[in-house]
């Protein structure tokens, strides 16, 4: 059966990103909780190229990239100031990963609207600037546990999926990423490619009900709980 019969219609946006709710929760669950149960873990492998290809799709569609932009890098500031008071951590959750993913967006966008020198010199800084806090940054911070979420790798996976024109292009460009990344991380980072056939059958709608704020406080919201039951467990 494929998703072009009518029994079956496609993924709504809501859908994939309830499925990337889901499979998140099952892999730090699978992280901080019950580890020896490592069916979560590779379960929860299809969380990150859901949300990076909902990424790149937010910064199709959203009315506004700044304010796009600006809204993930606050919350994900946020968090970060919650994980340094709690846990003493400077590692950068995966809402920082993408904080730089749609910078980077944003300055080829720009460049790709006028063509001029000072747009291309935005963009090589932009690049260059990722890649000094993911490859650079971590190596002038000894004795600090700072990183970004996936490295440049996961940075520059939602960027792949946005240039793609349209959904085959934009799923094989992100497999590439995704293929990369598994390459550098080996393990059970391979079972991150099972996203894609779930991805090719997004049908390009939102869904009928606006989850936006949910899926924005989620996050946070999720974490705070697994850290208190954790809590609770020792």
Not at 38 to 66: D, F, K, N
Not at 128 to 148: H, N, R, S, W
Request: charged fraction near 10%; hydrophobic fraction near 50%; include cysteine.
């Amino acid at each position: 059966m494929t998703c072009r019969e009518k029994i079956f219609s496609g993924l709504t946006g809501n859908q994939l990103k309830i499925l990337a709710m889901v499979t998140m929760t099952m892999d730090h669950v699978g992280l901080y909780l019950l580890p020896r149960f490592g069916m979560l873990r590779i379960l929860g492998r299809l969380a990150l190229p859901i949300y990076a290809y909902l990424i790149a799709e937010g910064c199709r569609h959203t009315r506004s990239q700044s304010r796009y932009l600006l809204r993930i890098l606050g919350l994900g500031a946020a968090c970060q100031v919650v994980y340094y008071l709690v846990m003493g951590s400077l590692y950068q959750c995966i809402l920082m990963t993408f904080s730089l993913s749609i910078l980077l967006i944003v300055c080829l966008d720009r460049m790709n609207r006028a063509y001029t020198l000072p747009n291309r010199g935005l963009v090589v800084l932009a690049f260059a600037g990722a890649g000094f806090v993911c490859q650079i940054l971590p190596l002038l911070l000894p004795g600090t546990d700072f990183g970004v979420d996936y490295g440049i790798l996961g940075v520059f996976l939602p960027v792949l999926a946005y240039l793609g024109k349209e959904r085959k292009q934009q799923v094989l460009l992100l497999s590439l990423g995704l293929i990369l990344l598994a390459w550098d991380l080996g393990g059970i980072q391979w079972f991150s490619l099972g996203a894609a056939p779930l991805l090719l059958c997004y049908n390009g709608r939102r869904g009928k009900m606006a989850l936006g704020r949910l899926f924005y406080l989620y996050y946070p919201l999720h974490l705070a709980a697994i850290y208190g039951i954790g809590l609770l467990l020792r």
